[in-house]
């Protein structure tokens, strides 16, 4: 029986190791930019937002309920309707699929994603206006219009 002697580069191993972490990191990073383009939603709950003031909770008194859902291609309602300083609570459809199933609007600070449970966001427009958002790939297309 012959005595078969492997050598490893240490050097080369650990280059290929360090790459790979590099390639990890760099992946992490890309699906967190594509999952959270504004960031991981962690605003403070009463902290003015631009154009919305986010709320911890359900507001007492007159809400607006809004439920955002898909055709697959582009979001319903279309145009959302809002009236400037009510409360709003807006759902994402947990049935949304595919790529809409995450949207955000950067004008208008919010983003949601379809989960399984509750997808809910407590917010009060502050600001009138057109507020366009869409999923993060920038195909599926919605209108939120503050009135």
Do not use: H
């Amino acid at each position: 029986m012959e005595d078969d002697n492997i050598e490893f580069d240490t050097g080369k191993v650990v280059k290929i190791i360090a790459m790979v972490i590099v390639i990890a990191l760099v992946g992490y990073a890309a699906f967190k930019m594509v999952t959270y383009p504004l960031g991981t939603p962690t605003a403070r709950a009463g902290a003015p937002q631009g154009p919305i003031e986010k709320l911890a909770g359900l507001p007492a008194g007159d809400i607006q309920e809004i439920t955002i859902k898909s055709n697959g291609e582009n979001y319903q309602p279309s145009p959302i309707r809002m009236k400037v300083d009510v409360p709003v609570e807006l759902t994402t459809d947990p049935s949304i699929r595919g790529c809409t199933r995450d949207w955000y609007s950067p004008k208008l600070g919010l983003q949601g994603t379809a989960t399984l449970g509750k997808n809910i966001q407590y917010f009060i427009p502050k600001i009138k206006g057109t507020y366009p958002f869409s999923c993060t790939m920038n195909m599926g297309k919605g209108t939120f219009i503050v009135e």
